[in-house]
């Protein structure tokens, strides 16, 4: 079965077809490989990425500017935890010093365990970075 459509004469054997009927018309639908088409841009811009505003083009737009205040909340929210947690470890060898070894295993099995903080840390699959190895032309370190 052959068919002529904006691709002239394709070859439908050993195609996956599928028919579709609406109303009084019969479609046939099949996947086809395009050609590469023309590229719509030709411009080459380099991309920073910062602390205050994620990132920022060559030509100085930035591309998001929260990025410094999240990690801020996230870095506070995150010491304000470890303290709070390092005061209760500080207790619990207050504790086992003491002879309260029974309180003391309570406060390490409720409180010091990494359970949590393991899950709120971000697992990304491909992290990427910025590749300093070179130095940089007419720079001296």
Known sequence: MTTTTSEKNVDLSS???RIVVKD?????????????GRLCRTAIIAVDKGY??????????????SLGQIM???????GK???ARNKLYALEK???AVGHTAKADRIRANNLGTTKI????????V???????????????
């Open 72 to 78: 801020t909340e996230y870095s506070d929210k995150t």
């Open 127 to 141: 992290v990427i970075s910025e590749d300093l190895s070179r130095s940089i032309a007419r720079k001296r370190p």
């Open 118 to 125: 393991n899950a709120r840390k971000d697992k990304a699959d």
């Open 52 to 65: 205050a505003e994620a990132f920022v083009d060559s030509d100085g737009d930035k591309l998001s500017v």
């Open 24 to 36: 009084d018309v019969t479609e046939v639908h099949y996947a086809f490989i395009k050609s590469v």
């Open 81 to 83: 935890a470890g303290k």
């Open 94 to 96: 207050k504790h086992r």
């Open 15 to 17: 195609k996956n077809l």
